[in-house]
């Protein structure tokens, strides 16, 4: 369940923990934890003062602190949410007992978790025997791993001749593993940060383990101790292996518990899951990398300049081959694991009872199957890799081909449809019909595309039957939707003034009739004199749209919202040389370039350029400081100006829309000057 705007948010009994990398929130009359940052304090002290909406959280962070940290916000209730200590309340439902929730376990159809205690904790930490106990187990671990043969036993699971006996003795072993492993981390985790959270034993099909929450080692404990910690975690099987091997159990039985161990370890680093491998590389580089790095290889067309193209690509290349090592390494030793077996595991099926055949044919299976779905996966990244420029011709051709031209309907039937949009709906009727005469009416059918990421075009389209849905293509790899857009929606609009690759991809959902013009066109009809004045209006409001319509949290907003930056904004003209303010100014507005240049100066050397769709003046509102830059007009510029209580009235109203403002912001205080703002 996602934060809404419009909830109110009760946040259930509890204390506050102050550590030294952040806070943590203890429930009472329950068993849970919430680990946060320290900044979260003012925001838990509100609600645990009454429960409160996020615009009455926001309202009351700003009469405190003078700004809001939307992002911060945002944060600490989605943590507070997904630990459920935060209930969305209304008048008409009550909220829930407390009491009755944490009697409840979640549930799962192959596991039952027994809740030991809510925590276990020392009277304080020991982080020097944190570190002595890691080390010896890193050493032991590594020591047996370096000294002796590692490899796939030939008779997997089969012992006594016999794979039942096999099956039940190596997932005892197997439960012992985990166990010996798990304990070890609880107690590490007792020593570096004085507690742990939530013991229970866990029951599967295939084990009886223990297990506990270890989040706050890896958010609270610092860098370096996560990374030790993580890296003890993948040594631990090893270490298991090494005690048996030293109290003597026998050999046969060892090579069953290695070959256990060497699958244990490689789940351990799976760098595409949850693991000690991708969490020790979230500690390191606090940025979790396992959901995006398949994106990214996928996207990465083999063959091309590896030199880096977006700010954070080195370290995505790196887990990359991290991950394509773990990839390979894994079949190597899953096709070991098939042909060592395979010749053992038909006989059994063959020759045996009925009970070992359907146990060996429950091993080979294991085996076939976890093998078959890494090369699928290798397959298909390959394919994607080696397809895609294939692909994009085909997209282009495609391009040229998805409509279907229409005849023009009356002009005062089209001149209505075209008012539709409110970028166009202040156009007289001489201008329309100038437009109608030099476009084009298309028909595209559901799932057509109508424009094309990277492509260049001077083309703008009025979508006046149908929906579309706007979608970019990041240079990971991931692909995100952005928006759906109706009836009266202006797209490709940029094209106006510039000519520059399109930033997404419009697709249609549904049957769509396309009122296309090209760019030229319409601005001929601007050049006619008589006309000007008329015109003027929809190039100044195209801009506007289009700000507004370049990203997600603008695309999304409601029409009441999207009119305080044409009602209460003020479009102004400025000629080059203009200062708009200057450095250690108190700020009291916030700009959208409409059209033309300013130029940015710090302590008076100038350091960028914006230029239309781009906007500044946010981090002195989001920040309540002084001005960071000088802003100068550099080519005649047309401006859209919201004065601060507007601003202020934009963003309380509609927090998602502030998180993006106060992001942006940050980005651009880091880098001490006003960064390009986007528009599609």
């Not at 806070?23 to 003062?49: C, F, T, W």
């Not at 030991?116 to 020991?126: R, S, Y």
């Not at 090579?255 to 693991?275: E, F, H, I, M, W």
């Not at 040229?400 to 075209?418: D, G, Q, V, W, Y």
Request: with cysteine; glycine share 6%.
């Amino acid at each position: 369940m996602g934060l809404s705007e419009s909830c109110t948010y009760q946040l259930y009994p509890g204390r506050i923990l102050s550590e030294k990398y952040g806070l943590v929130y203890e429930l009472e009359n329950a068993r849970g934890h919430v680990i946060l940052p320290k900044e979260s304090q003012d925001i838990l002290e509100i609600l645990m003062a009454k429960p409160s909406s996020i615009q009455e959280i926001s309202q009351a962070l700003h009469n405190q602190l003078g700004r809001v940290p939307f992002k911060l916000l945002f944060h600490t209730l989605e943590r507070l949410q997904k630990a459920e200590a935060l209930q969305a309340v209304s008048e008409n439902s009550p909220s829930t007992s407390l009491e009755l929730e944490a009697m409840v376990q979640a549930s799962s159809p192959v596991s039952v978790d027994l809740l030991l205690l809510d925590k276990v904790q020392l009277p304080k930490a020991t982080p020097f025997l944190f570190y002595a106990i890691s080390i010896v187990s890193c050493f032991l671990g590594i020591a047996y791993f370096v000294s002796n043969d590692i490899k796939f036993t030939n008779n997997f699971l089969y012992l006594g001749k016999r794979y039942d006996l096999g099956i039940i003795i190596g997932l005892a072993f197997f439960s012992m593993m985990i166990l010996f492993k798990n304990v070890v981390k609880s107690i590490l985790s007792l020593l570096a940060s004085g507690r742990i959270y939530d013991p229970k034993i866990r029951i599967t099909p295939f084990s009886l383990t223990f297990h506990f929450d270890d989040n706050h080692i890896y958010e609270l404990g610092g860098r370096g101790r996560a990374i030790v910690y993580a890296f003890t975690g993948i040594t631990l099987p090893f270490v298991f292996v090494s005690i048996l091997q030293r109290i003597g159990i026998s050999q046969t039985i060892l090579d069953q518990v290695v070959s256990l161990a060497t699958l244990y370890v490689l789940v351990q680093l799976n760098p595409y899951t949850k693991s000690e491998l991708s969490l020790g590389f979230k500690a390191f580089l606090n940025k979790d990398l396992s959901g995006a790095v398949k994106n990214y290889i996928k996207s990465k067309v083999l063959m091309t300049n590896l030199k880096t193209q977006f700010e954070g690509e080195t370290q995505l290349l790196v887990y990359a081959v991290i991950a394509f090592g773990w990839t390979f390494a894994s079949l190597n030793i899953l096709f070991g694991a098939i042909s060592s077996n395979i010749l053992t595991i038909f006989s059994v099926v063959q020759k045996g009872s009925v009970t070992q055949g359907l146990c060996a044919l429950a091993v080979g299976m294991f085996l076939v199957l976890s093998t078959s779905y890494l090369i699928l996966d290798v397959l298909s990244t390959f394919f994607q890799n080696f397809t895609a420029p294939i692909k994009r011709r085909w997209d282009l051709l495609k391009l040229k081909t998805s409509f279907k031209a229409l005849k023009m309907p009356e002009t005062s039937l089209l001149s209505e449809k075209i008012r539709q949009s409110p970028v166009f709906s202040t156009l007289s009727d001489e201008s329309i019909k100038g437009l109608i005469q030099r476009a084009k009416l298309k028909q595209y059918s559901p799932g057509s595309t109508i424009i094309l990421q990277g492509t260049k075009g001077h083309e703008i389209y009025i979508l006046l039957k149908g929906q579309v849905k706007i979608q970019a293509k990041e240079d990971s790899g991931l692909v995100q939707e952005l928006a759906t857009m109706g009836p009266g929606a202006v797209f490709g609009e940029r094209a106006i003034y510039q000519s520059t690759p399109r930033t997404a991809d419009v697709i249609a959902i549904e049957e769509c009739e396309i009122f296309e013009f090209n760019a030229e066109d319409f601005l001929a009809i601007h050049a006619i004199e008589e006309l000007i004045s008329d015109t003027q209006k929809v190039l100044d409001s195209i801009h506007v749209s289009q700000f507004l319509s370049t990203h997600p949290l603008f695309s999304q907003l409601p029409s009441d919202t999207l009119q305080i930056f044409y009602s209460q904004g003020n479009v102004e003209h400025h000629i080059a040389g203009d200062v708009l303010f200057e450095q250690g100014s108190l700020g009291k507005d916030f700009y959208v370039i409409i059209n033309g240049e300013v130029g940015v100066e710090k302590d008076g050397v100038p350091t960028a350029s914006l230029s239309s769709g781009d906007f500044f003046g946010e981090i002195a509102l989001l920040h309540t400081s002084a001005r960071t830059a000088t802003i100068r007009v550099l080519q005649n510029s047309c401006l859209l100006k919201i004065t601060q209580e507007a601003f202020w009235k934009l963003l309380l109203s509609h927090v998602s829309l502030a998180l993006y403002f106060e992001n942006l912001a940050d980005q651009r205080s880091q880098h001490e000057t006003p960064a390009q703002g986007e528009a599609a």
